[in-house]
Every structure is written in C-alpha cells, then in structure tokens.
C-alpha cells in the first residue's frame, strides 16, 4: 500500500511541477481530428467516435481520459468538427473543448490537401483539499484552483488514394494553467507529425501501417507505430510506442455505421506492471450511412 501510495504521490508531483505533456489519448490514430484539426476534412460523411482509457487500471488514482470527436460536412469542400478531451489524475482534471474548421484543395495528381485551424478552450481545476502530509493533514500551502484558458492551433493533412501524411500544432500558445506564474504547471504547444497506408491483400484482407510522432519543446519526443490486419468486419491492431508501452487493440464493424474497438495496454516498466499497470481502451464509432458513393476512401 506504501508503496502504491508513494508512486500517486510522484506521478502528481511530476505533473503539476513538470507537467508539460498532453494525456495520452485513446485511439489517436483513429481520432487524428483532436491533434489536427484537418483530420476530420477526410471523413466524406458525418462521423462521430467516443473513447475510453483507464491508464494503470491496478492502480488508485491513475489517470482516466474521455475523448469524443464529430466531424460533420458544411458544403462540398468544408468541415467543421467538435472535439471534447476530459482527462483527470489524482487532484488535476483538464477539460478540453475545440471546434475546427477546415477547407479541402484538389490537387492536380488526383490527391487532397486538407488544411485547419481549430479554437480551443481549456478548464483547469486542482482539488488541493485531497493532498495532505504524512500526519493525514490538509497542507495550507496546497492551493486549489480553477482556471480557464483560450487558444488555438492548425494543422494540414494531405491525401492520395492509399496513403497520407498529416502535421498540426493544435495548441499555439505556451500558457500557465493557474494564476500564480511561479509555482504553476504550464502548457506547452505539442508538434504532432502523422503518416499511414493502407495494402489490400486480397478483396477480405487489407494491412494498415501508420506512425504517429509527438515532440515537445525542452520535453520528449514520442513515437507509436501501429499495424492493423483487417479481414472482412475484424480489424486487429499490434501498437508500439516509444515510452516502453505496447498494446494490442481488436474492432469490429457491426455494420455500415457501427464500430466497436478495445485494447489492451501493457509497460515493459516492471515496478508498474507489478502494481497492476495496464491500461485499457473502449471506442464506440458512428458513421452515417453515404447516399451515393463518389471515389474510393481511405479509412484511417
């Protein structure tokens, strides 16, 4: 119990004194729109996903995120999409709520260049009543605090028949979360840089690589490759990151419009793994039935 106690007590100092990464989101590579806000340019109908994680699911405390995104068609060749991130970790919960927009560019080769912008505003809240000292007690030194802050970001994704690559900042400004600029947690924007394709093996098997880097000023660089191999309605996902997390995901298309993902996660960290570290992931996906087919998509 001490020693769970004391790995909460260390994953909340680091993000509240060196915290300067975005959650780790679920499903990124299927909902790209809440890092670019050009993604969602390539979904030629209304689509919308909702998704899950419970980070460290062994573990008190651990983070939980919620994510949803809608993309929806304004006319021909724009789209505005709505994205909710909520994550929260022990005494910290951020809100998030973006709207996108975004306009497409045939180009003469037959591909597309999606380019967005996205505004965003962000609710911050620190419960500073749960942290107390060793003797059980409320610190009066501990703040609790509310904050909000506006921001705004962009992003561009180009597409072929098969393939594509994507790029976004979808938060600009570098903004302290709460009043007291000395002693605040502070956000920093995140460089997102995305690619994937896609193989059909045969008309009921298709393989679908795709890599996903997020760099961070003065911070980390991180890197996830993924690979689906999909047969008829089952897709199965193997997932690589470079944090030393691995992760295998399953989905099923129950028909034109519903989809239904889980995956399991798992660190090559033994001191997590042995207080029960992995994580989970649940998707639920709608897509609205197209009245009439156009051209050939590219399902990322």
């Not at 947690?185 to 995140?190: F, I």
């Not at 003065?218 to 199965?236: C, H, K, L, M």
């Not at 997590?272 to 570290?277: C, H, T, V």
């Amino acid at each position: 119990m001490k020693k769970l106690n004391l790995l909460i007590v260390l994953f909340a100092f680091y993000q509240l004194v060196f915290g300067q990464q975005e959650p780790e989101l679920p499903f990124l590579d299927r909902q790209l729109s809440l890092v670019n806000p050009a993604a969602s340019g390539s979904h030629e109908n209304i689509q919308g996903q909702l998704a899950f994680r419970q980070q460290w699911a062994g573990i008190k405390d651990a983070p939980q995120t919620q994510a949803a995104s809608v993309s929806i068609p304004s006319n021909v060749k724009s789209k505005v999409g709505l994205n909710i991130i909520n994550d929260q970790v022990f005494v910290e919960r951020n809100t998030q709520l973006s709207l996108d927009y975004n306009y497409a560019l045939e180009m003469v080769d037959k591909s597309i260049l999606y380019l967005g912008v996205d505004v965003m505003g962000r609710f911050y809240n620190i419960d500073g009543g749960n942290l107390r000292s060793t003797e059980s007690e409320i610190d009066p030194n501990i703040i609790s605090e509310n904050s909000f802050r506006f921001n705004f970001g962009g992003g561009a994704y180009y597409k072929r028949e098969n393939w594509y690559i994507a790029a976004s900042v979808p938060a600009i400004l570098k903004q302290n979360k709460l009043s007291d600029a000395d002693h605040t947690p502070v956000s920093v924007p995140h460089f997102y840089i995305s690619g994937g394709s896609s193989f059909e093996v045969s008309d009921e098997v298709k393989i679908r690589p795709s890599i996903l880097l997020r760099a961070v000023p003065n911070g980390p660089t991180s890197v996830r490759a993924n690979v689906y191999f999909g047969y008829e309605a089952f897709e199965i996902g193997l997932h690589g990151q470079t944090e030393g997390l691995w992760s295998i995901s399953a989905f099923y298309e129950l028909n034109s419009q519903f989809t239904f993902g889980y995956s399991f996660e798992s660190t090559t960290h033994s001191t997590i793994n042995e207080l029960g570290g992995t994580s989970h992931q649940v998707l639920v996906g709608y897509k609205m039935e197209e009245k009439k087919k156009k051209t050939k998509s590219f399902r990322r």
